[in-house]
């Protein structure tokens, strides 16, 4: 058994009704001043009175920034970084979806540390802990609130590139599904196909072990049960409930477990094609799990049984493949385009994609199988053009 680290966020409250806590929680870390970090959408939605309302009766002061915009680039976050130099918050609290809770961490850190935040991007070159800061997620997708990775488009290389630090974890994240109510349906699919992978990505990845295992077959079996509901019946609670603690449980795995392919290749649609994050994930995940399949059969036939499919009476082989095409009707079934060339990319981006994707070494060394250029520009290839995935048996 390998030396393995299991890392999350200091305290967890979760629950219908549980933003109303993050007055106490507030209290427990002797936050006097906070700033809340959003952006404009959530802040119309009125959302942000059940963040306000609590934090005011326990007597903090509070400021709001809503200046965060999708796929933040690093100017985005740079912005903010002066607007806050000299603040004295003691409190910082990210409120929305990936986005906000990606720059809520970077900005915590960035009131400790001199450097100029592009120093950060890497694995743990992070010199001191941060301002506390309280994450809670209005969409149910990222995990964010559970991992140390915080994730900025840098528009020079049209890559995203990555700060990863053990400091970047919250003292408290708040997993309210009530606050996803209101989540329109195209982006309740993105994200919640993104909380999937995920959870097939972290329960497959080479450092998957037994204290994750669990965790993402958990989040595997909430999201595919209601991810459909979710989407289509907004309201429904129960199925908002099952994907926020879905996509929770599968960020506690991903930020320990690590990701794999699925994120290397669609973080170039990102950057370049501006692809969101979700749909890029989702658009790849059945042809990159198609390929990574026959690396662990059994992992695969789980992972079915997990998406509550019938497997009974079928080969490992059968059912790893029950599990793939499940992935590719999930994904179609809740709106998500499942070509290249739906989403604005021609046969020639094709080996460029490659190119890029082949440099995330950070990820594809944790992918069950081993991917070189060649390979992942196959990949791309038949998710170019054709929305059926090849059944294993015929590859
Ligand atoms: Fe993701």
Same mark, same amino acid.
């Given at each position: 058994m390998s030396i393995s680290y299991f890392r999350t966020a200091q305290t967890l409250v979760t629950g219908t009704g549980s933003i109303s806590k993050i007055g106490e929680e507030a209290q427990k870390l002797k936050a006097t001043k906070v700033m809340i970090i959003t952006d404009k959408v959530i802040r119309q939605t009125g959302l942000l009175s059940k963040v306000i309302a609590p934090l005011e009766e326990s007597g903090l002061v509070i400021d709001i920034l809503d200046d965060v915009v999708p796929e933040p680039p690093f100017e985005n976050l740079e912005e903010m970084i002066t607007g806050l130099q000299g603040k004295d918050y003691d409190l910082l609290v990210g409120v929305g979806g990936g986005s906000a809770l990606d720059i809520t961490k970077v900005l915590s850190i960035m009131l400790t540390?001199?450097?100029?935040?592009? &120093?950060? #991007?890497?694995?743990?070159? #992070?010199?001191n802990e941060g301002v506390p800061t309280i994450l809670v997620p209005t $969409?149910?997708?990222?995990?964010s609130e559970v991992t140390y990775n915080a994730i900025f488009t840098d528009l020079r290389d049209q890559v995203k590139k990555g700060i990863v630090s053990a400091y970047l974890l919250p003292k408290v994240a708040i997993v309210d599904p009530e606050l996803t109510l209101t989540v329109p349906p195209s982006v309740t699919a993105a994200t919640g196909m993104d909380a999937l992978v995920h959870a097939i990505e972290s329960y497959t990845a080479i450092r998957a072990g037994e204290l994750t295992d669990g965790i993402a077959l958990h989040a595997i079996k909430l999201i595919s049960r209601s991810l459909r509901k979710a989407v289509y019946n907004g309201k429904d609670l129960k199925a908002r409930e099952d994907m926020a603690m879905g996509s929770l449980l599968a960020g506690i795995s991903l930020g320990n477990a690590g990701v794999g392919a699925v994120h290397a290749l669609a973080y170039p649609l990102g950057g370049k094609f501006k692809v969101p994050h979700g749909v890029a994930n989702s658009l790849l995940l059945p042809f990159v799990m198609k390929y990574n399949a026959v690396a662990d059969l059994e992992k695969f036939a789980e992972v079915a049984k997990a998406m509550?499919?019938?497997?009974?009476?079928?080969?490992l082989r059968e059912a790893a493949d029950c599990a793939v095409q499940a992935l590719a009707k999930l994904s179609q079934d809740v709106g998500?385009?499942? $070509?290249l060339k739906e989403v604005?990319? $021609?046969?020639? &981006?094709i080996p460029g994609l490659a190119e890029e994707a082949s440099k995330i070494d950070r990820l594809l060394h944790n992918n069950p199988r081993w991917l070189t250029v060649r390979e992942i520009k196959k990949i791309y290839e038949e998710a170019y053009g054709t929305a059926e995935v090849p059944s294993l048996a015929t590859t």
């Open positions: 540390n001199k450097e100029n935040v592009r &120093d950060f #991007v890497g694995i743990e070159k #992070v010199q $969409t149910s997708g990222t995990g509550g499919e019938n497997i009974e009476g079928l080969s998500i385009p499942s $070509t604005g990319v $021609t046969a020639e &981006d």
